[in-house]
Structures are given as structure tokens and as C-alpha cells.
């Protein structure tokens, strides 16, 4: 293993293959659809619980069973990303979301609205481990974080945009968004199709037939070996617990501390929080690789520090009684998280086998979604029992500042 320090040469094959960019950008689109539709619900609270009558708590229980699912069937869709064509499976993904989308504007009762949180679930868990491990096949090194930092761009273009559901419930009823993106995904699809392929690599690392074959119960068994995996996933799922009670409560929190309406509340959450994160995924992503090139541990170093530094932001903003210091408080935790999401898979390919990418990642959204679920639950719960909000805001100031310690003691095993 090379000295932590030493500079390391950039070999011919860490560059970019042709068309790495237009991968990103095509991506792109595809992570701000489905994280639009995450954020979209929350901030939409008021107009659909008029519509379909439900406590808090079943409120929030709609974004666990979507969690859960999500989650619990991440490492499947990360698995036949490496067992099949990782662009066909991002295709399919995309075509069940848009039919799932344009379909939740129709429901009547609260069961049939959890059934298609649940198939959102399904077709998502495909998703994003595809997309990464794709992104980490044309970008072989020297360009990792920068890439997933810029497609993860996308994803919070889709999160501060969710925050339109709240004008969109106001202005044209609650299920009008719902028609809209899941009609313009279904276009997408089309282009993707067209344009989306594998990497050149994927022959190189697969079997002849260009799919992987060793047995899912051995690749289990290599990933549970896997100390650092484990070390990444405890990291991942508290920073899982944070960022699920603040996307699922904070915007009724605003609501309901500052007597904000509907609309201004999502819109204060979405722009100061998702902005930020934009930035913190591009200067995270191009700080890490610049540091990477010098230190083995670099991409591990910027989310250390970012995350450490940001938790007491977090415990803030929920103790204080002045909109400005929250919106503060959001920007410092959504440019942590940033520099946290464009890292976390060029962190796990400097740990894992290549052929195992995608499996991994997808085990790593288990964990973190799943405590994120709970997280998403909790906050009902405890409005059901007039606690309020502000406690599972705070407990998250932990969970950030634990996040960055773990941090510490992951040391990457190889170069990526």
C-alpha cells in the first residue's frame, strides 16, 4: 500500500472515457426526477392530507414505507446493475418511475397512495446504484469525485425544485406535479434510450458474455468481510438519520415555528439547504480529487472535516427563534452533506472490488434508509404526542458530528 502521502503518478488509464460527461449530464436529469418526487410529498403536507385524511403519523409513515422498500431493495438493484447492462437498468428504472408519478396524481384513499410510494420505492432501488457505478466505469480515477459531485447536482436540483409541490398544491391542487414530471419522464425515456450506454470497461471487468457470474451468496460473503464496508454504512446511515428528519420535518417545522405559510416554508427549506448542497457537491468533489492526488485518504478527508465541522449548525437550528440563523443553519449542513454524497462512492472504489461496486453501494442505501425511514416515522410519531419537532432536529446534530469522527479511522486500501 502507498504511504499516505506520497504522490502518486496518473497513469494513461485513469482518464476519462470518451463520452464520461455526457453520461453525467444525461444522468442528471434522471437523479433530479427522483429526487423531486421525494421532496415534492413532504412539502405538499396541508393539501394532501385535505384531500386524503390522515394523521401525522400516517403522514410520515408514507416516506418510511418508501424508505424501506427503497432500501431493502437497493443491494437487488445494485446486483443486477453488476449482473446486467447498467444503462438498461437505469432505462427501466426510469419508465417505472414515470408510470408510478403520473399515476400517484389518480389515487383516492390512503392505502392506494402508500402502494405507490411503495412501487417508487421498487423502481428507485434500481437507480442509484446503477447510476454511480456507471458514472465510476467512465470516470476511472483522476475526474471520480468531480463526476458523481456534478451528478449529484441533479439529485439536489431535484430535492430544492420538490420544494415547488407546496405552489403547485396551492395554486393547481396537490396531484397536478405528479401528472407533469411523470409525463416528461416518460419523454426522457425515450432520449436515454438513445443515447445511455455502458462502458467500454464493463467487457474488460465481466465474464465474455459481458456479465458478471459469481454467486450472489459469494459476493455476500466478500462484502460481510469487508470491515471498512461496514465502517462507510454506520457512517452512512447516521448521516441517513439527519438528512431524512430534515427533508421529511423541517419544512413543517418552519411551517409551524415561524408561521410560515405552505409555500414560503418549502421554498425557505429547498432554496437555502438545496442550494448549498449544490455547491458542496462540486467544491467537495473537485477538492477531493486534487487532494486524492497527493494523499490516498483525500476523498475521505473532505466529508471528515465538512460533516465535523457543520454539527453544531444543526443542534442551532432548532434552538433558535430567527428565520435568518435557521437559513444559515441550513446552508452549513446542506454544503456538509455535499462534500459527503459527492464522495461516498469514490470513497467505496478505493475499498471495494469494481465488479462489486454497485452491490455495495446499493447495501450502503439499505442501511441508511432504513434509519432513515425511522427517522421520517419518528417525527410523526412524536407530532401525534405533542413533542415537538425540535427534538428530532437536534438529535440529528449528533448523528451528524459521528458521521465525521467515523470518518477518521476508514483508511482506503488501494488507489481508485
Not at 485513469?14 to 418526487?37: E, F, H, I, T
Not at 465474464?207 to 460473503?221: H, M, N, R
Amino acid at each position: 500500500m502507498p504511504s499516505d502521502a506520497s504522490p502518486p503518478s496518473i497513469p494513461e488509464d485513469s482518464r476519462p472515457y470518451q463520452g464520461a460527461w455526457l453520461v453525467v449530464a444525461l444522468l442528471w436529469v434522471v437523479g433530479c426526477l427522483n429526487y423531486l418526487d421525494r421532496v415534492m410529498l413532504t412539502t405538499m403536507r396541508d393539501s394532501i392530507k385535505a384531500a386524503i385524511p390522515m394523521g401525522d403519523d400516517h403522514f410520515g409513515a408514507l416516506t418510511m414505507v418508501f424508505l424501506f422498500v427503497y432500501g431493502l431493495l437497493s443491494p437487488v438493484g445494485g446486483w443486477c446493475a453488476d449482473r446486467f447492462s447498467r444503462s438498461r437498468v437505469i432505462l427501466i428504472s426510469l419508465i417505472v418511475w414515470s408510470a408510478v408519478t403520473w399515476a400517484t396524481a389518480y389515487v383516492q384513499t390512503y392505502w392506494q397512495l402508500a402502494a405507490t410510494r411503495v412501487l417508487m420505492g421498487i423502481s428507485e432501488a434500481c437507480y442509484i446504484p446503477a447510476a454511480l457505478a456507471l458514472i465510476m466505469d467512465y470516470h476511472r480515477g483522476s475526474t471520480r469525485s468531480l463526476a458523481t459531485g456534478l451528478h449529484m447536482t441533479g439529485i439536489y436540483a431535484g430535492m430544492a425544485l420538490g420544494g415547488m409541490g407546496g405552489w403547485m398544491a396551492d395554486h393547481h391542487g396537490w396531484s397536478s406535479g405528479f401528472k407533469v414530471f411523470g409525463s416528461f419522464g416518460v419523454a426522457y425515456a425515450l432520449l436515454l434510450f438513445a443515447l445511455l450506454r455502458d462502458a467500454p470497461r464493463q467487457r474488460t471487468e465481466k465474464s465474455a458474455d459481458g456479465l458478471t457470474t459469481e454467486p450472489p451468496l459469494q459476493i455476500v460473503a466478500t462484502l460481510a468481510g469487508n470491515a471498512r464496508l461496514w465502517l462507510l454504512a454506520l457512517h452512512w446511515s447516521l448521516l441517513g438519520f439527519a438528512g431524512w428528519a430534515f427533508v421529511s420535518w423541517m419544512p413543517s417545522y418552519l411551517r409551524e415555528h415561524f408561521d410560515l405559510t405552505q409555500t414560503k416554508a418549502g421554498f425557505t427549506f429547498s432554496v437555502y439547504m438545496q442550494t448549498a448542497c449544490l455547491a458542496g457537491v462540486v467544491v467537495g468533489g473537485a477538492w477531493a480529487d486534487r487532494w486524492s492526488r497527493v494523499n490516498l485518504r483525500g476523498r475521505v478527508f473532505v466529508p471528515m472535516i465538512a460533516l465535523t465541522l457543520c454539527s453544531p449548525f444543526v443542534f442551532l437550528s432548532a434552538n433558535t427563534d430567527t428565520l435568518s440563523i435557521v437559513s444559515v443553519c441550513l446552508i452549513a449542513f446542506g454544503f456538509a452533506r455535499g462534500c459527503s454524497d459527492s464522495n461516498m462512492m469514490p470513497i467505496l472504489c478505493q475499498v471495494i472490488e469494481a465488479r462489486h461496486r454497485a452491490t455495495a453501494y446499493g447495501f450502503l442505501n439499505l442501511c441508511s434508509c432504513i434509519v432513515g425511514g425511522i427517522a421520517a416515522y419518528l417525527g410523526g410519531w412524536l407530532k401525534e404526542r405533542h413533542v415537538d419537532l425540535s427534538y428530532i432536529l437536534m438529535s440529528s446534530a449528533l448523528g451528524v458530528l459521528l458521521c465525521g469522527v467515523l470518518l477518521i479511522i476508514v483508511k482506503p486500501a488501494r488507489r481508485d
